[in-house]
């Protein structure tokens, strides 16, 4: 069945290092790919997505490319923020359009 | 726009009382979608719905859940009688409508009710 990796957390780095958090997935056909992200205390919010092979999904400076021959979809971002500590979920959708979650990684930015 | 919005925020029961929650999804959008995160977990599908009909509730404990969307709009998911293990936070998410590719299965999240079960 259709499954989402991603590498455990927690996650800590210091402001300005560089990001990389990785997704792979385990599909049939071509889903689209998702990261969301969960501030402390609130819902989850979409970061970015794509829907194809070789998209590469952007916002807030983060950045994601759909990879097929490798089935990933690694969250990488140059320069890490304090306000960017929060919990990073990748997820696809399955062919009945329902999201397949990975487990989450906490992600903490240190000062 | 407005959001997804959930009540209450926050509750705290004993086991083998009853609760129930409460989902306001954005103007507009046919696909409401209840989940249940547990700590340290992604999101779990509980149930699905279409307008007022239910897409999936494979995953829904039909024992003691139940949920329904009876004008097609709010939604309330009830737990009854509640068990320790149902303590989690109680996701209400909506989107536009099922269609392939595009936005318009964008799933749009509440800030969710997070359960307490003593």
């Known amino acids: 069945g259709n499954s989402v990796t991603q590498m455990e957390g927690p996650v800590t780095l210091s402001e300005e290092a560089f990001l990389t958090i990785n997704c792979t997935y385990t599909a049939t056909g071509y889903p689209s790919l998702f990261w969301y992200v969960q501030y402390p205390g609130e819902g989850l919010q979409l970061l970015l997505k794509a829907t194809k092979a070789d998209d590469k999904g952007s916002n807030k400076g983060f950045e994601a490319t759909y990879r097929k021959e490798t089935t990933s979809f690694h969250l990488e971002k140059g320069s890490v923020q304090v306000s960017d500590s929060a919990v990073y979920f990748c997820?696809?959708?399955?062919?009945?359009?329902?999201?397949?979650w990975g487990a989450g990684t906490k992600l903490i930015i240190k000062p | 726009e407005a959001g997804v919005a959930q009540s209450p925020r926050y509750k705290i029961i004993e086991k083998r009382q009853s609760v129930a929650f409460w989902c306001n999804p954005i103007s507009g959008h046919a696909t409401l979608y209840w989940y249940q995160q547990i700590l340290g977990q992604g999101p779990k599908l509980l149930i699905q719905?279409?307008?007022?009909?239910?897409?999936?509730d494979s995953q829904l404990p039909k024992d003691r859940f139940s949920a329904e969307r009876l004008k097609g709009v709010d939604s309330t998911l009830k737990i009854q009688p509640a068990k320790l293990e149902d303590s989690a936070v109680y996701l209400c998410?909506?989107?536009?409508?099922?269609?392939?590719?595009?936005?318009?299965?964008?799933?749009?999240f509440g800030a969710g009710t997070r359960l307490s079960v003593l």
């Open positions: 719905f279409q307008n007022n009909g239910v897409v999936d």
């Open positions: 997820a696809l959708t399955d062919s009945n359009y329902q999201l397949i």
């Open positions: 998410a909506s989107s536009l409508r099922l269609a392939e590719g595009g936005s318009s299965n964008i799933q749009y």
